[in-house]
Each structure stands twice: as C-alpha cells, then as structure tokens.
C-alpha cells in the first residue's frame, strides 16, 4: 500500500463518539477534494476504552489508514500534537500534516479550504484563524485577555490555535524544536517558518462537553508563554531597570530637597529614601534569581519531542482501509 501524501493529526481524550463522526465527515471532505490521507490519533490517556474495529474504513475511500497511539498517561493536547507530529515525522513520501482537534470544533468542512491555501502557497504554515466563535462571553472574555498579555510579554500577536496545515519540512524542523512539547502555535512563531492565515468559523462539537476549563485555559497560556520565556525575562528585565532609574532618581531628590532645601518635612526624606532604597533591593534580587533561573535553564538538556517523544507511546494499532470484516489491526 502506498503512503498517502497528507496524514492528519488529531488528538482524543474520551471523545471517542466524536472521532468516529469525524472520522466519517473527514472522509467525504477529503473524496470531495481528490486527497487521500492516512490518520494519526493520538489517545490521551483515555480513560474510556476504544474497539479500532469500529472504524470501518472503504476501500478506495480518502482515508486508507488510521493508525491510533495510545499514550501511557495524559499529557495534555499540546504534548499529543507533538507525539502526533513526531509520528508523522518519521513517514516517507508525506507532502504536509493536517493538524486538528477531534471533536468538531475544528470543522472538516474547512480542510479543503487549507488543502488549495497549502497549494497556492506550498512552502508556508497554513493556519486556521477564527473569523466566527460560539463559546461563551466569559470564556472569550478570558481568551481577549490571554492574547493581550501574550502582546505585551512577548511582543507577538497570537491568533490562530491548533488547527493548522504544516508542510512536512515544517514538521521535521518543529519536532527538533523543545518548545513544541509546550505549545504548537508559539513554537511556529517562534519557529520563523512563513505561514499564513486562513479565516474558518468554529463548529460545534459533535458529542459531549468541553474540557477546556479555566483552569485549562490559565495552563495553555503559561505553556504558550514559557515558549517566549527569554523574550519575556529580557522586557521584564527593561521595565525592572526603567523602575530602578526611577526609584534612583526618587532617592536623590528626594536628598536633594532634604539637604538644600526648606521644603522636606521632617523624617519625609528618610521614608522616601528607605522606600525606594528597599524598591532597588527588591528589583536586584529578583533580577539577579531570574537571571541564574534562565542560565541554569540553557545549560540544560531540553527535551526534544524527535528524541523522546517515543518513551510516552504505550502502544499503538493501525486500521487499514478494506473489507470491514477483514480490517486489520496490528498492535
């Protein structure tokens, strides 16, 4: 059997009865555009049990093969994307990998929109960028937040997520990256590979309730965060020094006023000087703990998801396009 040329990547945690309807609306939107595709499903962990022999795959349909990575514990759906993309790394005679979310809300409908955007433009990260959401007003409430703070930390503008079409040499040089463990999006930022954006409306989901919690969402943005944790430490690092200039300068006016002048009260200058006096210290140590943090940091091993996203894989078993009651599974 032949390598298809596009494998999509999908993680699940427990939304198997999702995945079996995305499985099926994959499959005609991916006939629809003449692509054949072969899917890698990543199962977090998942404490529901899947049967493979559910997926009854048609010979000759668009998805020849659906290979299922069963992950020893729940990393989360950023670190299954990686263990995904690191699985597809390694196929021969991929052209891209589709990456998406399995419950819907990344809509099969939108792929052969990114299928002719990644033909038009062949060498660019095709990214999927909401022109329509459907969560609720406190939950937008939180992401408008997130992505003001990811601006202002780390100077990047981040709006697009997860759903993405990657040309596989942007797969390779991502899986050599130790920020995809972290976050996908901030690592193709921080990757300098080109990519472009596409507007797609979110769907609903097929089955079930999110897990995207707030404490979920506090956890996605820390991770997007750490990625630009340098950047970070440098403009902290500014404003640290931009509020020592200024409690600097406070002290010597505030000597100054005290020493030539009759306008001080008495004790005023000693509590101006022993505040800002205690400001300087408190910018010095948190400086100076930040500084050996982040060296100690770089003259560690990283983790590198080609290397040792391997170690997390349970075991896996593959579903081959054919007659369904000759599918097989191989574990």
Known sequence: MSV???AIVTPVFDDWDAFQRLVV??????AAAGQPVALIVVDDGSNAPFDAARLALPRGGAISAVTILHLALNLGSQRAIAVGLTEAAAEPDLEAVLVMDGDGEDRPADVPRLLARHAAEP??????????????ATFRAGLWVY????????????????????????????????????????AVMRSRLPYRL?????????????KMTWVNLVIHGMSALSVYSDVIFVRLLVAAAAIAV????????????????????????TTVVGVFALVLMQILLATIVASLALLGGRSR????????????????????AGDPSQTEIAR
């Not at 006016?253 to 004790?267: E, H």
């Open 123 to 136: 060498a660019a990260v095709i990214l999927a960028r909401r022109s329509r959401r459907s969560e609720s």
């Open 301 to 320: 091993r990283h983790f590198v998801p080609k290397i040792d996203c391997g170690q997390f894989i349970a075991w896996r078993e593959t579903v081959t």
């Open 198 to 210: 596409e507007p797609t409306e979110r769907g609903r989901r097929y089955a079930g309730e999110s």
């Open 147 to 186: 992505k003001r703070l990811f601006s202002i930390l780390a100077g990047q503008t981040v709006d697009f997520g997860n759903f993405s079409l990657l040309p596989i040499a942007a797969v390779r040089r991502l899986t050599h990256m130790p920020e995809l463990w972290n976050n996908l999006p901030a």
């Open 246 to 269: 200024i409690a600097l300068i406070a002290i010597v006016t505030a000597i100054v006023m005290r020493l030539a002048t009759d306008l001080a009260t008495p004790g005023w200058a």
């Open 25 to 30: 609306e994959l499959g005609d939107n991916c």
């Open 4 to 6: 298809p040329r596009l």
